[in-house]
C-alpha cells in the first residue's frame, strides 16, 4: 500500500513539475567584414571670376597708337581707344567684346627724289584724315578664351581675337584709298598682345590649393550619431569641360570615393592630390551601412502580439506569459518562452532570421525547439512537442523593417549635410535603402544595407 502510494505521489509530483530545460550556450559569429562600394560623387564647382575679369579690365592698357612714314606713297598714323570691355559668357567659352573708336591721319607723296637725306617730295604731300575734327570711327573687337584643366590642377587658357569689325570705313575720296585694311592691320596687332595679358590673369587662379584643402577635409571622419562615423576615403579625382554663365565657370568634379561606416574613430593616413584621371560623367554615389535592431526592442513587439495567447494542444491549454529574444546562437536567434496551463515552464526555439527584400520584412526560417528542451519534451510532456506552438511564434516573429529603414534614411541625409569648414559645405541625400543581409551580435540583429543617393559640395 505504501509503495503505491509512493508511486502516486511520483507520478503527481512528476505532472506538476514544472518543464525548465538548461538555457541553451550562447555564440555569436564573426561578422564578415563588408569591403567598400568604390562610388563617384558628383561635385559641382562654382568659380566666380568678377574679381579676376576686373583685374583684367584694370591691367589692359586703354590707348593704342602708332605710326608708318614713308617718302612715297601714304604715310599714316593712327590712335586707338578701347571703352572698358563687356563680358558676355557663352556656354562653351569665356566670350567678351569691347567698344572702340579709333582716328586716322594720312598723306601722300606721288613721286620722291632723293637729293637730300630721307628723300623729299616732288609735290606737295596730300593730307587727308579719319575721325578727326569730327567724332572717331567707331569699332567692335571680340575675344573668346576657351579653358581647361591641367594634370597640376591649374587652369589652362587660349586667348584668340575672334572679331574685329569697323562699323565706320574710312575711305579717302581725295586720292581714292581705302584705310580701312590699314588700320585693321595696325591695331589689330596691338589687340593680339592683350591675349597673353587675359590668359595670365584666368592662370593667376589658384585652383590647385582650393582643391587640396576639399581632399583634405574629405579625408576627415563624419559623425553619423548613433552609427558612428563615416570615412569617404577618396582615391581619385576627374574634371569635366569648364561651362561658362554671367561671370561664373562651373566645372564638375568627378571625386571616386570608397566610403565605410565605423563605429569606432580610425586612424587614417592623409594622402595627397592624386594625378587627374579622365573625366566619365556619374552621379551619385552607394554606401554599406550596418543598422542595429536590439533584442529588447524586438521582444517588446512579439511580446505585445504573444503574451496571453492560449495555444489549444491536444485538448491540454497554456497560456503564454513571455515571449522574447535571448541571444544567438551561430546564425541562429535564440528565442525564451514562458507559460502556463495545463503546464507550467520555459521553452527555448531557435530560428534562422531571413529578409524578404520585396516586403522589407523579417522572418523566420528553421524555427524549431532548442536540442536540450526537445529532450526535457520527449521525456515528460511530448504533448508540448507541438508543431502548433511553433507556427503561432513563426506567424508573429515577423518584422516590418520600412519604418527603421526611413528613419534611418532621414536621419543620415540629414548628418550628410553639414559644412566641413568655413569654406567647404556638403549636402548628401540618400534617395534609396536596400537591405542586403543581416546578422546576429550579441545583443542586436544588425541589418547590413546599401544607401544610394547624392552627395554634393559647395565652395566659396
Sequence with gaps: MRLLFSVFVLILLAACKP??????????????????????????IEIDLKKQLKQVESSLPKTFDGKEEQCEGISFAYKFVREPIDFTFKPSEL???????????????????????????????????????????????????????????????????????????????????????????????????LEDEIDKQIQSIDLKSMLADVWKELQKPIPLDSYGFMYLFPKSMAFSEPRFSKDKVSIDLNLGVAPIVSTNKQEV???????????????GFDLSIDIKASYDSLSSILNKQMK????????????????????????KMLFKMSFEGSKK?????????????????????????????????????????????LSEIKKNAVFEMTPLLEDSRKMISKQLSINLNEDISMKGNIDVVKIKTVYLSERSIVVRTQLSGDLKLKMK
Excluded at 592623409?270 to 556619374?282: G, R
Design 19 to 44: 518543464i525548465e530545460p538548461l538555457a541553451p550556450n550562447q555564440r555569436v559569429l564573426e561578422k564578415p567584414i563588408e569591403n567598400p562600394i568604390t562610388s563617384s560623387v558628383a561635385i559641382p
Design 95 to 193: 566670350y567678351y567684346e569691347v567698344d572702340g573708336k579709333f582716328e586716322l591721319k594720312l598723306n601722300y607723296c606721288p613721286k620722291c627724289h632723293d637729293l637730300w637725306d630721307g628723300g623729299s617730295c616732288t609735290i606737295p604731300r596730300v593730307y587727308a584724315s579719319c575721325g578727326v575734327g569730327e567724332p572717331m570711327r567707331r569699332v567692335k573687337v571680340g575675344y573668346g578664351t576657351s579653358i581647361d584643366i591641367s594634370s597640376n590642377y591649374k587652369f589652362k587658357s587660349k586667348t584668340e581675337l575672334k572679331k574685329f569689325e569697323i562699323l565706320d570705313p574710312c575711305q579717302i575720296t581725295v586720292f581714292k584709298y581705302d584705310a580701312t585694311s590699314e588700320v585693321k592691320k595696325q591695331v589689330k596687332s596691338q589687340l593680339v598682345k
Design 269 to 283: 593616413k592623409e594622402t595627397s592630390l592624386p594625378k587627374l584621371e579622365e573625366y566619365k560623367k556619374k552621379k
Design 308 to 331: 496571453g495567447k492560449v495555444l489549444d494542444l491536444k485538448g491540454k491549454k497554456i497560456i503564454v506569459t513571455q515571449l522574447g529574444i535571448d541571444g544567438t546562437q551561430d546564425n
Design 345 to 389: 515552464g520555459t521553452l527555448y526555439l531557435t530560428g534562422v532570421p531571413q529578409i524578404d527584400t520585396v516586403k522589407q520584412v523579417l522572418f523566420m526560417d528553421q524555427l524549431d525547439f532548442d536540442l536540450e528542451t526537445k529532450s526535457v519534451l520527449l521525456k515528460s510532456a511530448k504533448w508540448l512537442f507541438s508543431d502548433r506552438i
